[in-house]
Nanobody, 127 residues
Framework: QVQVMESGGDSVQPGASLTLSCATPGADDRAYCMGWFRQAPGKERAAVAALWTGGRRIYYADSVQGRFALSQGNAGNSLYLEMSGLKYEDTAIYYC????????????????????WGQGTQVTVSS
């Protein structure tokens, strides 16, 4: 059973930086999708950044491209989201997730590709 545990959410001012961390004890050595998603009140959960551990490509949502950076830990079963230039619209609950790609050309950005989710960590951007 894969566990997913997030940390690092906080309340910050616009323009600030924040790093979210995700640990996935129980994940084995197979390649899988790992990603960060977010959900704001009244909106659907959507991918922020995601990767397939067996490749190099990283997916970023257009809204965070150039501001957020996704990386894996050395052990491969941890995931980090470095966020900079935070905006009001980045306010949401951020979820880390683990799953399997659907299709040969998947970029691991679909919610349907994930079956292990963390509890979420709140990021609030306000002045």
């Amino acid at each position: 059973q894969v566990q997913v545990m997030e940390s690092g959410g906080d309340s910050v001012q616009p323009g600030a930086s924040l790093t979210l961390s995700c640990a996935t004890p129980g994940a084995d050595d197979r390649a899988y999708c790992m990603g960060w998603f977010r959900q704001a009140p009244g909106k659907e959960r959507a991918a922020v950044a995601a990767l397939w551990t067996g490749g190099r490509r990283i997916y970023y949502a257009d809204s965070v491209q150039g501001r957020f950076a996704l990386s894996q830990g050395n052990a491969g079963n941890s995931l980090y989201l470095e966020m900079s230039g935070l905006k009001y619209e980045d306010t949401a609950i951020y979820y880390c997730a683990v799953g399997s790609p659907i299709g040969l050309f998947s970029d691991c950005s679909s919610v349907q590709e994930y079956n292990y989710w963390g509890q979420g960590t709140q990021v609030t951007v306000s002045s």
